[in-house]
């Protein structure tokens, strides 16, 4: 859900989901308190469907606003199609949104803290840079992206890819006087954590991993919602191009346990 704060300020919002009746039910709350929103369809993995969606955006009036949470999980997904929704669909979003976001908007994408388990050494320099600036139909035609076939490897490099490439699209948002960044959440009560916790594959691994970090449990909706709205108000305007970690200390705890 938007921050509530931001919305105050706007008063309208537009909820777009590959499942409109998940959007519809957010709107139906929303416009119980008050708020003027609407909802549409996206399939954020094809170009056409996120340029849809920046048309009945930007019909309704100026965007001032991106929030970015769509994304498939390890347990969700074969890597490929994790690839395509998670990497090119977010860069497309970037891309896409870039082109039109108004003066002083901001944007923020869900990324996660499994992109921070990658070692420091695990892209070369180059790698980084193609993540970061290639046209987002080249991402997919990388040799070394076609040949992942580990659904927890395309999810890391998915969300590394988020974080490196906000930090180039901040510049171009820059030059609209919009900024952009990144959350890199830990696991976060969702249904999209419930999948991974109690996976047959993953899920005791990811319940050892909560119980051994400092916070000792994961992180709620509120909590990442709280860091959203502090990035879009007015005390977060010297912040773009960041990656912002907030997992509990899970990433420490693996690091340096």
């Known amino acids: 859900m938007p921050p509530i704060s931001w919305l105050n300020a706007v008063r309208k919002g537009l909820l777009a989901d590959i499942a409109i009746e998940t959007a519809q039910r957010v709107e139906e709350t929303l416009k119980k308190a008050g708020f003027e929103v609407s909802t549409t369809h996206v399939d954020v993995s094809s170009r056409e469907s996120i340029d849809a969606l920046v048309a009945t955006a930007t019909a309704l ?13 390890p347990s969700q997904s074969a890597a490929q199609n994790l690839l395509r929704v998670d990497l090119y669909g977010t860069a497309v979003v970037f891309e896409a949104f870039g082109k039109v976001i ?24 180059k790698t980084a840079d193609d993540l970061a600036l290639l046209p987002p139909e080249e991402l997919l035609e990388l040799p070394w992206i076609k040949e992942i076939y580990d659904s927890l490897y395309a999810y890391q490099i998915s969300k590394r890819g988020n974080a490196l490439r906000v930090v180039s699209e901040a510049v171009k948002w820059g030059k609209r ?15 999209l954590a419930y999948d991974e916790l109690t996976s047959a594959e993953r899920g005791e691994y990811y319940r050892t991993m909560l119980g051994n970090s400092p916070a000792g ?12 709205e502090f990035l879009f108000g007015p005390k977060g305007t010297y912040i773009s191009g960041s990656d912002i970690l907030i997992d509990g200390g899970v990433t420490a705890s693996m690091k340096y346990p």
Do not use: F, M
């Not at 009036?61 to 999980?73: M, Q, W, Y």
């Not at 108004?102 to 320099?125: C, E, N, T």
């Not at 006087?177 to 249904?191: E, F, H, K």
């Open 102 to 125: 108004a003066p002083g908007g901001s944007g923020v994408v869900i990324g996660s803290q499994s992109s921070h388990r990658l070692a420091v050494d695990a892209l070369s320099q």
């Open 61 to 73: 009036g100026e965007v001032k606003g991106v929030i970015h949470t769509a994304g498939l999980s």
């Open 177 to 191: 006087g919009a900024r952009i960044n990144c959350i890199s959440a830990g696991i976060i009560y969702t249904p």
């Open 217 to 228: 449990r994961g992180g709620t909706p509120d909590e990442i919602g709280d860091l959203a």
